[in-house]
């Protein structure tokens, strides 16, 4: 049965780091592109990071390039997103999603996790 696990969220003072994990089941990763995503409240979904499967190649979104660093590990089957620098609008609720490839659009993405909160306050 295909799944994608998230944890790793939590409460962290800005300027704090966190490291999300995406666990993943039922598949072998390196087949596919990993994207993590994130929804703030009153916010549309918006992407973060992807890591492709084929060649590892990595993309992230403007407002966290230098601070969050995508990464994967094929022996544990799983893909970390290490988040530092934290700000307070960092805060969201952080999904990771299957593709085959690493697409533009969340729409394109067919398989999700359930999400883990993060929030960022002093």
């Known amino acids: 049965q295909l799944q994608l696990v998230e944890s790793g969220g939590g409460l962290v003072q800005p300027g704090g780091s966190l490291r999300l994990s995406c666990a993943a089941s039922?598949?072998?990763?390196?087949?596919?592109?990993i994207g993590w995503f994130r929804q703030a409240p009153g916010k549309e979904r918006e992407g973060v990071s992807c890591?492709?499967?084929?060649?590892?190649?990595?993309a992230y979104a403007d407002s966290v390039k230098g601070r969050f660093t995508i990464s994967r590990d094929n022996a544990k089957n799983t893909v970390d997103l290490q988040m530092n620098n934290l700000k307070p609008e960092d805060t969201a609720v952080y999904y990771c999603a299957r593709g085959y490839v690493c697409y533009d659009s969340d729409r394109e993405y067919n398989d999700w996790g359930q999400g883990t909160q993060v929030t960022v306050s002093s």
């Open positions: 890591i492709s499967g084929s060649d590892g190649r990595t």
């Open positions: 039922g598949f072998t990763l390196d087949y596919y592109a």
